[in-house]
């Protein structure tokens, strides 16, 4: 039995990753879309019926093409940095709250936070491993960037987490059943919804891959695979965070057609934003994530601290 256990829990994952690349390829199509109705005009559109197929035939693509390689770089870890800034990404999805046979462990927002600060060494890596100036500075830019927002992240984690005392996310749903924490905690989703724009490097703080200063950020020497590696690896994690925050403050059951319209929303929330603020400056989202956010989420989790004792004293 316990092999079949086994059995069923492998390929759950299995066609959960291939659901969430098919979902990447179609988050890549809509952005497109949306970005060039944004700028009034059509987008892609001549592959396939209103350009369906556009995802796939870059695919092929860009995994057809040839590899380049840098003549300077530390080839081993040039190579195997995308692959592993994508198994990263993808592994994300494990702790995805399902009722059924896949890992829904209960310690999943530890898992989460375990996972999601390891991908800065990728960045960092492949950055160093390109042996070239733009693309070192673009990774160092990346990975402060990434660890300054870790912070407020987890500790705006920590508030959310100190109202439901679990670290089991299916526990999110469990508390939310009757009013949503988007309302009970809105300057905490909020803060949340920023630092996660920032945790995975979109506009307005898209500082890795600021084109008028570093060309393409730590990316730069990438080319054909690799290259489409690092992209789908930034649009897994966006879609994560997506699921992340429907989870988090707006109540979602896994089971339900709700949760993937408010999945839908939240990722379309991504490519509005991209497509309609400008670049932030860098000194000042160091200045919003070490003088704004830090203290006021340290302030709300010392109160819901001392919310929680006190409930405990009294009841």
Same mark, same amino acid.
């Given at each position: ?9 492998? %390929?759950?994952? +299995?066609?959960?990753? @291939? ?12 952005? /497109? ?26 695919? @092929? ?7 380049? *390689? #840098? ?5 081993? &870890? ?9 198994? %990263? ?7 995805? #709250?399902?009722? =059924? ?5 209960? &310690? ?9 600060? &390891? =991908?800065?060494?990728? @960045? ?16 160092? /830019? ?21 109202? +439901?005392? =679990? ?34 490097? /979109? ?26 590696? +690092? ?5 897994? =994690? ?9 989870? %988090? ?7 339900? %057609? ?18 309609? &603020? ?14 704004? *956010?830090? #203290? ?20």
């Amino acid at each position: 039995m316990m092999m079949k256990d086994l059995f069923l829990m492998f %390929l759950s994952m +299995i066609i959960l990753l @291939i659901c969430v690349l098919i979902s990447v390829a179609f988050l890549t199509l809509l952005e /497109r879309k949306v970005l060039g109705y944004i700028q009034i005009r059509k987008g892609p559109n001549k592959v396939g019926f209103l350009g369906l197929i556009q995802p796939f035939s870059d695919a @092929i693509k860009l995994f057809t093409k040839e590899q380049i *390689y #840098p003549f300077m770089s530390n080839f081993n &870890l040039y190579y195997f940095c995308p692959i592993m800034n994508l198994f %990263l990404s993808l592994l994300l999805w494990m702790c995805m #709250p399902f009722m =059924s046979m896949t890992f829904s462990f209960n &310690l999943s927002v530890l898992f989460f936070l375990s996972v999601s600060s &390891l =991908s800065v060494y990728t @960045i960092m890596m492949a950055g160093w491993s390109s042996n070239s100036n733009y693309s070192l500075l673009g990774s160092l /830019r990346s990975v402060a960037q990434t660890i300054s927002y870790e912070v407020s992240l987890f500790l705006i984690l920590l508030s959310f987490l100190f109202l +439901i005392l =679990s670290v089991d996310l299916y526990d999110f749903y469990k508390y939310q059943q009757n009013i949503w924490f988007l309302f009970l905690l809105m300057p905490l989703c909020f803060m949340w919804l920023v630092s996660s724009l920032a945790e995975t490097n /979109r506009t307005p703080f898209d500082f890795a891959e600021g084109e008028s200063e570093l060309v393409s950020g730590f990316n730069v020497e990438y080319s054909s695979g690799s290259f489409a590696m +690092i992209f789908l690896a930034e649009y897994s =994690s966006i879609l994560f965070m997506s699921m992340l925050c429907c989870i %988090l403050f707006l109540g979602s059951n896994l089971n339900s %057609l709700m949760f993937f319209l408010k999945l839908s929303l939240m990722s379309f929330l991504w490519i509005w934003i991209r497509g309609t &603020l400008p670049r932030f400056r860098y000194d000042k989202l160091m200045y919003l994530s070490w003088k704004c *956010y830090l #203290p006021v989420s340290l302030s709300l989790l010392s109160f819901f601290f001392g919310f929680k004792i006190f409930i405990f004293i009294f009841n």
